[in-house]
């Protein structure tokens, strides 16, 4: 293996003691299309700070499992500082929206329901007090990238948050109410509100407007309109954009990465807004990112930019580029995403290994997507039909999504079995329980998860190399990656039997003279191009040593 004509080793250094940093060894260059990232929602993970637990009186009665839980970012933080991402391989974490959420509760039919989940923001410009302060989120961002994970802010153009006694509606000539989008068409998912009561930010509104009254009198209240106000009229200054919506919301939101250091963007509801929204969107964070690294030398110094995953919902990346409308075809990678989410792969997951593998890796390496990538997931916030919705298929669940070409994104507890079917609980609500941080029965299933998460962080091969098939029983293949003079190879081994197996590598590791099998740490010498493996739950992960 070669980095720039130096000799690359990628060799493990497994430590599972508890408050791990990653161990130090070589590593290749960074490359977001073979991202592992971890998704949690913020209120659902870890509760550190018990005293931001209750504000704005949310106090009313709901069923349990839809109020704030008090989840915060101190609780993230506290968990980067432990190790856990570390021993999980994590490249980027994701959490829910952190924005001022709306103070009232929404009857839902079933029960109130509160903003936990972040998508109901009632101010872009302040953080919301349950999930912490400013202050907390400037720490974590520094921690993270402290440990070489990025951070993925959640951000929201499409609509504010539902209106509530305690919260009203925006302006007209913000927001539209109706109709409510069909879902027909393009005209029907984009100029509509997805759901009653989500007023519909007017981002196509061309037609200059005011700042709303009520964000004029909190931000007096909070001693802070004068600095605002200044703020809006040099960004307004230095782009020439009108005031029209799309561009406060777009100013409000790439203020976090300069304040922050935000390093990537997960976008929600992409196809309910115009496509050129996200393009201007793109064009900011990009200006923004590059001016934190200018002056803070504490950021991630590679040349990477600013990375932009989109949440199209149903797009699957067997379709290519476009997202495809009925009567409109959109291609939403050139409107600055480098990443859409996969939402076909929760049902291309039931195929057996190696369909799935080779016809991800000629997606990605010889179809129209090879320039870009897309992001695999087996659970989510708001997807009912996940695969594996029983936690029946853990560790086939985890070799499938880990060892896929493209990204990967674990949703918090798909590596602890963390229940998806809460007992007398109705709608999405399920799939976003509390953190089972008490539940020690899968710890076999953490390290497991823990063993290919670090493999795959070690090797872009993984998830943005060329795959191919060795031999089908037993089942072996080869991922091969060369770009920009990096070069990396790993052979892999799943469905093993017990038995020691003879695996021939001469033609994949010429000049090596040992390899090591990541997921059991025995090193094996080759002899005559073979090497005598012995599988561990059936998996070998080898890679070269010196």
């Known amino acids: 293996m070669r980095l720039n004509n130096l000799i690359f080793v990628a060799f493990l250094i497994v430590s599972l003691s508890f408050g791990c940093k990653r161990a130090e060894m070589p590593q290749p260059p960074f490359d977001w299309h073979n991202a592992t990232v971890y998704f949690m929602l913020t209120d659902r993970f870890y509760n550190a700070d018990t005293s931001n637990d209750v504000n704005f009186g949310r106090t009313a009665p709901t069923k349990d499992l839809r109020r704030f839980k008090g989840g915060d970012m101190k609780g993230i933080t506290k968990k980067i500082e432990e190790g856990y991402f570390d021993r999980l391989g994590i490249d980027v974490l994701w959490f829910s929206p952190v924005n001022e959420q709306i103070h009232g509760y929404v009857d839902e039919g079933q029960s109130n329901t509160y903003g936990f989940h972040g998508y109901w923001i009632r101010d872009w410009t302040s953080i919301e007090p349950n999930f912490g302060t400013e202050e907390d989120l400037k720490q974590l961002v520094q921690v993270a990238h402290q440990h070489g994970i990025r951070v993925m802010m959640d951000v929201v153009i499409n609509h504010t948050g539902p209106v509530t006694e305690q919260d009203p509606l925006w302006p007209s000539d913000w927001v539209r109410t109706e109709p409510q989008c069909n879902y027909q068409d393009y005209e029907n998912t984009v100029f509509c509100t997805l759901v009653k009561n989500l007023p519909d930010i007017r981002t196509e509104q061309t037609e200059e407007v005011e700042v709303p009254q009520a964000l004029l009198d909190k931000w007096k209240k909070e001693g802070r309109l004068e600095k605002e106000m200044k703020e809006l009229d040099e960004f307004f200054a230095r782009t020439g954009f009108p005031r029209t919506p799309r561009y406060y919301l777009i100013k409000w939101i790439t203020d976090y990465i300069r304040k922050y250091g935000i390093d990537g963007f997960r976008v929600d509801t ?35 930019e600013f990375f932009m995953l989109g949440e199209t919902y149903n797009y699957n990346a067997g379709s290519g580029k476009d997202f495809d409308f009925g009567d409109r075809k959109v291609n939403y990678f050139d409107f600055g995403f480098n990443s859409l989410i996969n939402f076909g792969f929760k049902g291309e997951a039931n195929q057996s290994y190696e369909r799935l593998f080779s016809n991800y890796s000629a997606l990605l390496n010889t179809g129209e997507l090879k320039d870009v990538t897309f992001m695999n997931y087996i659970s989510s916030h708001d997807d009912s039909h996940p695969y594996d919705l029983k936690r029946e298929k853990t560790f086939e669940s985890a070799n499938k999504l880990m060892l896929s070409p493209g ?3 674990i949703y918090y507890g798909d590596e602890v079995a963390r229940p998806l079917i809460i007992e007398g609980v109705q709608g999405d609500v399920n799939l976003r329980s509390m953190m089972n941080w008490d539940d020690n029965t899968h710890q076999n299933l953490l390290l497991h998860w823990q063993k290919l998460g670090q493999f795959r962080h070690r090797h872009p091969a993984i998830g943005a190399g060329v795959h191919q098939k060795i031999s089908d029983s037993p089942y072996f293949f080869t991922r091969s990656y060369n770009k920009n003079g990096v070069i990396d190879n790993v052979m892999i081994g799943l469905d093993l039997p017990f038995d020691p197996v003879n695996v021939d590598v001469s033609s994949y590791f010429p000049e090596a003279r040992k390899l090591r099998d990541a997921y059991t740490g025995k090193t094996y010498k080759i002899k005559n191009g073979v090497v005598e493996v012995v599988a561990d739950n059936g998996v070998v992960l080898l890679e070269e040593i010196p």
Do not use: C, S, Y
């Open 407 to 409: 990204q990967a994104q």
């Open 270 to 304: 992409v196809k309910h807004t115009e496509a050129d929204v996200w393009g201007d969107l793109a064009g900011e964070a990009a200006i923004a990112f590059a001016e934190w690294k200018k002056n803070n030398a504490e950021a991630i110094q590679e040349d990477q």
